[in-house]
């Protein structure tokens, strides 16, 4: 009787879905854009909508026959065939413990004391340029961006990928990176034993609280915009657009650019 309840509950929640269809289509465009079933339900309820819908309905709707004929679960931060129960998913908090939390990043990073404090984040693609996305980084003091085509979304991939892209830099200059609480940014833990960079994370739904990379986002997308084709990109045409990022006057930097700005910062390590 248990589990005929349970399987009720769900056919349920996936109804709501298929009952509404503005509410679904607001679902899926979100999906598309890389957001998490979390961050969409947290989101809709923000923006106020009529009909609420939790995360685990979105859920329920990806894995049912109507979201998987639509093949939804390729746009979940970490994608499976079937979802883990509820028992056997890595606690979000154990994924990114308290003591990581940006509140407890000291104060010279937040101040831009130091040089090596960096910013990550994924810049997400359409559909149907396929798995393909870019990392961005940027540097909070220099302001200096680095970009790399990255081909997974995984966790594993995406952290081996930034450990070969960061570690040719003096360890002082990458001294931590700060992240939103992605779960492709799950295997921070390899970045400090593996380079000895530090990671830390803002607050769930908070990306305003590492707004260097966000800007820096915002600006690369006129050079990258949602509907490129990134597989396309040689790493020569990625260089390209860092190239000019940073090689464009900043206010904030005295009207430097950011790699005049970086350039003299390494300088300084002697």
């Given at each position: 009787?248990?589990?005929?309840?349970?399987?009720?509950?769900?056919?349920?929640?996936?109804?709501?879905?298929?009952?509404?269809?503005?509410?679904?289509?607001?679902?899926?465009?979100?999906?598309?854009?890389?957001?998490?079933?979390?961050?969409?339900?947290?989101?809709?309820?923000?923006?106020?909508?009529?009909?609420?819908?939790?995360?685990?309905?979105?859920?329920?709707?990806?894995?049912?026959?109507?979201?998987?004929?639509?093949?939804?679960?390729?746009?979940?931060?970490?994608?499976?065939?079937?979802?883990?129960?509820?028992?056997?998913?890595?606690?979000?908090?154990?994924?990114?413990?308290?003591?990581?939390?940006?509140?407890?990043?000291?104060?010279?990073?937040?101040?831009?004391?130091?040089?090596?404090?960096?910013?990550?984040?994924?810049?997400?693609?359409?559909?149907?340029?396929?798995?393909?996305?870019?990392?961005?980084?940027?540097?909070?003091?220099?302001?200096?961006?680095?970009?790399?085509?990255?081909?997974?979304?995984?966790?594993?991939?995406?952290?081996?990928?930034?450990?070969?892209?960061?570690?040719?830099?003096?360890?002082?200059?990458?001294?931590?990176?700060?992240?939103?609480?992605?779960?492709?940014?799950?295997?921070?833990?390899?970045?400090?034993?593996g380079i000895g960079t530090s990671a830390w994370f803002c607050d769930p739904q908070a990306p305003w609280q590492k707004g260097s990379v966000e800007n820096l986002n915002k600006r690369a997308r006129r050079y990258?915009?949602?509907?490129?084709?990134?597989?396309?990109?040689?790493?020569?045409?990625?260089?390209?657009?860092?190239?000019?990022?940073?090689?464009?006057?900043?206010?904030?930097?005295?009207?430097?650019?950011?790699?005049?700005?970086?350039?003299?910062?390494?300088?300084?390590?002697?």
């Amino acid at each position: 009787m248990l589990a005929q309840k349970s399987a009720a509950e769900r056919r349920a929640r996936r109804r709501k879905l298929v009952r509404n269809p503005e509410l679904r289509d607001a679902v899926i465009d979100r999906l598309q854009e890389g957001w998490s079933p979390e961050q969409i339900a947290g989101r809709l309820k923000l923006e106020g909508h009529t009909a609420s819908v939790s995360h685990e309905t979105i859920y329920a709707y990806i894995y049912s026959p109507d979201g998987q004929s639509q093949a939804l679960a390729r746009f979940l931060p970490e994608r499976r065939k079937k979802r883990k129960p509820r028992y056997a998913r890595t606690p979000r908090g154990m994924m990114f413990p308290l003591e990581r939390s940006i509140h407890n990043r000291p104060d010279h990073i937040k101040s831009r004391e130091t040089f090596g404090e960096w910013e990550g984040d994924l810049m997400i693609f359409r559909r149907e340029h396929g798995k393909a996305n870019v990392a961005s980084l940027v540097e909070r003091k220099t302001r200096f961006a680095v970009l790399f085509r990255n081909n997974d979304r995984s966790s594993k991939h995406f952290i081996a990928k930034l450990m070969n892209v960061m570690e040719p830099l003096p360890q002082t200059a990458r001294q931590s990176i700060t992240f939103d609480r992605g779960i492709e940014f799950s295997g921070w833990r390899k970045l400090e034993a593996g380079i000895g960079t530090s990671a830390w994370f803002c607050d769930p739904q908070a990306p305003w609280q590492k707004g260097s990379v966000e800007n820096l986002n915002k600006r690369a997308r006129r050079y990258l915009p949602r509907d490129t084709p990134i597989a396309a990109l040689s790493n020569r045409d990625m260089k390209a657009i860092c190239d000019r990022l940073n090689g464009t006057p900043r206010k904030c930097l005295g009207w430097r650019t950011p790699t005049e700005a970086f350039a003299e910062e390494t300088r300084k390590l002697g």
